[in-house]
C-alpha cells in the first residue's frame, strides 16, 4: 500500500465554489489519473476515501464536487438542485471540465491517462464528458445510466462500463435499455452489469439518522464490495 498524500481543492465551475479532494500516491513519477464523481446528494467523507483508495493503488485521484461544498440530507433539496443539472447536458459539462482542470492541474497526472467514474448523479457528468469527445481512457458509471442529446454519444472514444441493481426503480428496465441502444447505435465499446436484488444507491452505505433516503434506495453490502471490484478492474484495464 503507498503512501497517499490529500488535500483539499476549491475551484469554480457552475456558479458555485466547489470543494473537492484530490489524493496523490507516494513518489514523483507521473501517474494515470481519476475522476471520481459523487451521487446526487453530494460529496462526503464516504466519497472523499473512494479518492484516497485509488490514490493507495497509485492513481492521481480527484473526488469532484457538484453542490458547492454542500451534501443534502434532505432528498427534496437534492432533486430541486440535481433534477435541472440531468436536464442540461451543457452545465453538466460544465462541471466535469472544471474539474478536469484540477485533474490536469496537478503535475504528478499523466495527461495522457486520465479515466472517469461516477456514481448517480457523478456518473452523468462523467458521462456527459464522453459525449462531450473529451480524451478519457474510461467511462465508468454506477446508477447513472442517462441518456444523452440524440448522436452525442458517437462522440466517446473509450470503453464505458456501466453498472445498476436490478431492483432500481430510479434506473429501471427501460432506462437501461435506453441506455444500452444508445451506447450500441453509437458503436461504442460499452458493458452493462446489472447486480441482482440491488436497489437504487447499492453502493453507499447508511450515513446516519440525518439522512433521508428516497423510496427505492437501499445499500447492499455484498454488490457494493463487487461494483468496487469492477471499477477497479475497469481502471486496470485502460489505464495500464
Given at each position: 500500500m503507498e503512501t497517499v498524500t490529500t488535500r483539499t481543492v476549491e475551484y469554480p465551475a457552475d456558479g458555485l465554489t466547489m470543494v473537492g479532494r484530490l489524493a496523490v500516491p507516494a513518489g514523483t513519477d507521473r501517474r494515470p489519473a481519476v475522476l471520481i464523481g459523487p451521487e446526487g446528494t453530494g460529496l462526503n467523507d464516504f466519497q472523499r476515501a473512494r479518492a484516497d483508495a485509488l490514490a493507495e493503488l497509485g492513481y492521481v485521484a480527484l473526488a469532484f464536487d457538484i453542490h458547492g461544498g454542500r451534501w443534502f440530507s434532505d432528498p427534496d433539496e437534492m432533486l430541486a438542485r440535481c433534477l435541472p443539472l440531468l436536464d442540461d447536458p451543457d452545465r453538466m459539462r460544465e462541471i466535469g471540465r472544471a474539474a478536469l482542470g484540477v485533474l490536469l492541474a496537478e503535475p504528478r497526472t499523466d495527461p495522457s491517462r486520465i479515466a472517469g467514474?461516477?456514481?448517480?448523479?457523478?456518473?452523468?457528468?462523467?458521462?456527459?464528458?464522453?459525449?462531450a469527445g473529451v480524451d478519457l481512457r474510461a467511462i465508468g458509471t454506477i446508477n447513472g445510466l442517462v441518456t444523452g442529446r440524440?448522436?452525442?454519444a458517437a462522440n466517446i472514444r473509450c470503453?464505458?462500463?456501466a453498472g445498476v441493481g436490478s431492483e432500481d426503480p430510479i434506473m429501471p428496465a427501460a432506462q437501461r435499455d435506453a441506455f444500452a441502444a444508445e451506447m450500441?447505435?453509437?458503436g461504442v465499446d460499452w458493458r452493462l452489469t446489472v447486480y441482482g436484488g440491488a436497489l437504487h444507491a447499492f453502493h453507499h452505505p447508511p450515513v446516519g439518522p440525518e439522512q433521508r433516503l428516497l423510496p427505492g434506495v437501499g445499500y447492499h453490502p455484498v454488490h457494493a464490495e463487487r461494483a468496487w471490484r469492477d471499477v477497479v478492474a475497469l481502471l486496470a484495464d485502460n489505464l495500464g
Open positions: 467514474i461516477g456514481y448517480g448523479t457523478g456518473g452523468a457528468v462523467v458521462l456527459e464528458l464522453g459525449r440524440p448522436g452525442e470503453p464505458v462500463w450500441q447505435a453509437a
